[in-house]
Every structure is written in structure tokens, then in C-alpha cells.
């Protein structure tokens, strides 16, 4: 494969992580919308088995539905330049989809009814992509570096 090609794909892969990101923190913050501003019982009481909000569980959902908003709009920029803006797959995996998978492995062995097996191979997969990712990016802006310094 030439050099030009291999490049591609890197970034072709780079992207599509950013955009799976982007589509999961969407949804997630659909559904959590639609759940914070229904007066009662939807839909997602249903597909997902929830309760009636509580008191606590909406102030919960405004601060964790405003988070997602805003990490699907972050992902979405970094992807504009993906490259030079590649520190935001490194904070995705850190504090967001790593602390989740912490969190539902501790809440897996411990018996929490509502993490699934399921989930803890996403969340692992969605980690291994974008570590992934981010070395390819890093190396590519490593090359584009010694590209620059050589021109």
C-alpha cells in the first residue's frame, strides 16, 4: 500500500471514531431529553424498564443531558481538524468512556441489575478504537512535523 493510501485509512479510521462518538453521545442525549422533559411515563419507560423520575434523578439528568449535548458538539469539532485536535480522543477515553467502564464493572460484579455484559464489551471495544485512534493520530502529526521541518 503506498504511503499516500496508508495516510488515508489512518485517517479514515481516526474519523469514524470521532463520529462514533459523536452518534453515541447523540442518542444518549436524545433519549435523556425526551426523558427529562415528558411529564410522566414514555416510551423509554418501557424499552429501558425506568421508573418515574424522582427529584434526584432529574437534577441527575439536566447536568448528565447537558454533558452530552456538549461532548457530541466537542466531538464534532475535533473532528473538523482531527489531527490537531486529538487530545479530545485522549479526554474521551479518560474521564468519559473509561470512568464508565470502571464504574459499570465495579457495578457489574457487584450484582447492579441494570449493567449488562453487554455494555461492558462496548464500552471496552469504544475504548480500544479510541486509543487506537490517538496513537494513529500522534503518529501522523509526528510525520507531518518531520514533513514540515525537512520542506
Do not use: C
Not at 77 to 94: M, N, Y
Request: aromatic content about 14%; cysteine-free.
Amino acid at each position: 500500500m503506498s504511503e499516500k493510501k496508508s495516510i488515508n485509512w489512518k485517517l479514515i479510521i481516526i474519523r469514524v471514531t470521532y463520529w462514533v462518538g459523536v452518534i453515541l453521545d447523540f442518542l444518549s442525549a436524545l433519549v435523556t431529553t425526551i426523558y427529562m422533559l415528558s411529564p410522566g411515563d414514555t416510551f423509554i419507560n418501557d424499552i429501558f424498564d425506568y421508573t418515574s423520575l424522582t427529584d434526584i434523578t432529574y437534577s441527575i439528568l439536566v447536568f448528565e443531558t447537558a454533558l452530552m449535548w456538549g461532548w457530541t458538539a466537542l466531538l464534532i469539532w475535533a473532528d473538523r481538524k482531527p489531527i490537531e485536535r486529538r487530545g479530545v480522543l485522549l479526554l474521551t477515553i479518560v474521564p468519559v468512556v473509561g470512568m464508565m467502564l470502571i464504574f459499570n464493572t465495579v457495578g457489574f460484579v457487584g450484582g447492579n441489575p441494570f449493567v449488562s455484559v453487554f455494555m461492558l464489551v462496548i464500552q471496552s471495544v469504544i475504548v480500544a478504537l479510541y486509543i487506537a485512534s490517538f496513537i494513529l493520530a500522534s503518529k501522523l502529526a509526528k510525520k507531518n512535523e518531520s514533513f514540515s521541518e525537512n520542506s
